[in-house]
Structures are given as C-alpha cells and as structure tokens.
C-alpha cells in the first residue's frame, strides 16, 4: 500500500478527518450519546489506517513505543483510580455519582 498514490493521497486528507471526528465525539460526549471510549476507539481507527498506508515503522516514528506502553500504563491507572474514588466517597465501584455531587 506504501506505493499506490491514490491510497495515500485520500489517506492524507481522511486521516485528519477521523481525527476530528475523534474530538467531536471527545467533547460533544457530555450532551450526546458519546465520550471517552469511543473516541478513543476512532483515534485507534485513524492511526491504524496510518499504520496500513505509511507502514508500521512511519507509524513508530510518529508515536514510539514506548509513548504507547506510557499511554496505557496511565490509562488504566486512571481508570482504577476514578473507580476506587467512586468508592472511597461511598458510591460503587466507577458509580459516578458521588464524583457529581462533589
């Protein structure tokens, strides 16, 4: 795929695209069906089409390894954290509501 220019060229010009859509879906997530995951899920889908057009090694160059293992790391840390809050203000386990309230 890294030779055929039509490929690259609409990849050029969708990636930034789903990119924004990514955001959309970030921010617009608090009055709409959306939020995290999701968006998460569409920037996975736009790096992974950058992946398969430029190749992994431009796609590493982009963002290393070791970015993607710290990225991670903290987001289940994060995920774990916000869950155990939840309880230690006396709702359940990732039960948001006691984070609302303060």
């Known amino acids: 795929m890294r030779t055929n220019g039509i490929l690259r060229l609409v990849a050029r010009f969708l990636i930034p695209l789903i990119m924004l859509f990514g955001l959309y879906i970030q921010f617009h997530g608090e009055y709409s069906p959306g939020g995290g995951f999701q968006a998460g899920l569409v920037f996975a889908s736009a790096w992974i089409l950058f992946a398969l057009i430029y190749g992994?090694?431009?796609a590493l160059q982009v963002v290393p390894f070791r970015a993607q293992y710290v990225g991670a790391c903290l987001g289940v840390l994060l995920y774990s954290l916000i869950g155990v809050l939840?309880?230690?203000l006396?709702?359940?386990f990732l039960g948001y509501g006691p984070?609302?309230?303060s």
Request: glycine fraction near 24%; aromatic fraction near 0%; charged fraction near 25%.
């Open 56 to 58: 992994l090694d431009s």
């Open 99 to 101: 984070l609302a309230d």
């Open 86 to 88: 939840g309880v230690a």
């Open 90 to 92: 006396g709702g359940r």
